[in-house]
Structure formats: C-alpha cells, structure tokens
C-alpha cells in the first residue's frame, strides 16, 4: 500500500525535483509555490575533488594489505586453472604431459609457480594475523604495523625455502625442473 501511495503521487518521490528537497519542476519557483531570485535557484556545479587524493599513499599495515589479500585470492583462482591443467595432462596421457612440463619449466612458468605459492603462503598467514583479531588481541596500533610487515617478510621466506628445497630435494627425483 505505501510503495502504491508514493508511485501514485510523484511528488512524494524523493528524486532531484522533489518537494522534500524545496525544489520544483515550476522553473523560479519553490515547493511553496513562491517566486525565487536567479540567485536562490541551485547552481549546477561538479563536486570538487580532494588534492589529497593524488598525493595519499596507502599505510602498509591496513588498506594495503587487505588489497593484496584480495589480490592473492584472484591468484588463487587462477591457480586453480593451471592445477586443473595439470590433472587433465596426467590423465590424457604422456604427451599432454610433457606438454604441461614444459610450460611450468619455461621462464614464465617457474614465474608463474612461484607466484602462486607465495599467494598461497601469503594468504594463509595473513587470515592466522585475522584470526588474533578475531579473538580481539593485536589492535594495538604498533602491533597491527609489526605483524603486517611480519606477514609480508615471512611469506617471501616461506616462499624461498619451499622452493629452495622444492629445487634441491624433489626435482632430481621427477626429472628435475632445471632441465
């Protein structure tokens, strides 16, 4: 009945022209009905834009790290493309994968791969520092900064001695990823 009322009435409406917001479709004139100067009436003008939004840099610690926990997540999904590649290269025979073993061994792939663990180890332990928060401990302003840079050097070493060991360990026994 009430949307039946406002739909029935356009004056009820709440748009530009609205009589809630003391303006009429009545060039110079007001909701009341009275006469306006030409300087009463609204000016059309563009919004202004802040200077400070070419010069603000993003804190490490807070937006940033949730845009590249966001980021990872878009990676992850990625991933997910290339795992499903491969289990379709191992199912469809030797030749198919030999074909995948060569993309993940080129220069790209290794790139590729390495990207995607460290998404993987990034967004693991950045969700372990949202689950101290979750518990309420670490929002402190000085601990909230620590273990966001924490986060980020401890993913890129993760990162590196997974594949330092990846590279050291497992490679020579399936054929080796240098060759």
Same mark, same amino acid.
């Given at each position: %009945?009430?949307?039946?009322?406002?739909?029935?009435?356009?004056?009820?409406?709440? +748009?530009? /022209?609205?009589? %809630?917001? +003391? &303006?009429?479709? $009545?060039? +110079?004139?007001n909701s009341q009905g009275e006469k306006m100067s030409d300087s009463a009436a609204p000016a059309a003008?563009?919004?202004? =834009?802040s200077p400070h939004l070419t010069i603000y840099r993003l804190p490490l610690t807070g937006p940033m790290l949730s845009i590249v926990h966001r980021a990872t997540e878009v990676a992850m999904a990625f991933g997910l493309f290339i795992l499903t590649w491969w289990c379709f290269a191992i199912l469809s025979g030797p030749d198919a994968y030999a074909v995948f073993l060569d993309c993940a061994r080129s220069i790209l792939g290794r790139i590729v791969m390495i990207g995607l663990s460290w998404s993987v180890?990034?967004?693991? $332990?950045? /969700?372990?520092?949202?689950?101290?928060? /979750? %518990?309420?401990?670490?929002?402190?302003? &000085?601990?909230?900064?620590? =273990?966001?840079? %924490?986060?980020? $050097?401890?993913? !890129?070493?993760? =990162? #590196?001695?997974?594949?330092?060991? #990846?590279?050291?360990?497992? #490679?020579?026994? !399936?054929? +080796?990823?240098h060759g």
């Amino acid at each position: %009945m009430f949307f039946h009322v406002i739909l029935s009435y356009p004056s009820l409406a709440f +748009g530009p /022209d609205s009589p %809630m917001l +003391g &303006h009429s479709k $009545l060039k +110079g004139k007001n909701s009341q009905g009275e006469k306006m100067s030409d300087s009463a009436a609204p000016a059309a003008r563009p919004r202004p =834009t802040s200077p400070h939004l070419t010069i603000y840099r993003l804190p490490l610690t807070g937006p940033m790290l949730s845009i590249v926990h966001r980021a990872t997540e878009v990676a992850m999904a990625f991933g997910l493309f290339i795992l499903t590649w491969w289990c379709f290269a191992i199912l469809s025979g030797p030749d198919a994968y030999a074909v995948f073993l060569d993309c993940a061994r080129s220069i790209l792939g290794r790139i590729v791969m390495i990207g995607l663990s460290w998404s993987v180890i990034y967004h693991t $332990l950045y /969700d372990i520092r949202q689950l101290f928060f /979750d %518990m309420g401990k670490g929002f402190e302003k &000085h601990t909230i900064a620590q =273990t966001g840079i %924490m986060v980020v $050097l401890a993913s !890129i070493i993760v =990162t #590196a001695l997974v594949w330092v060991l #990846a590279c050291t360990s497992v #490679a020579p026994q !399936i054929g +080796g990823v240098h060759g």
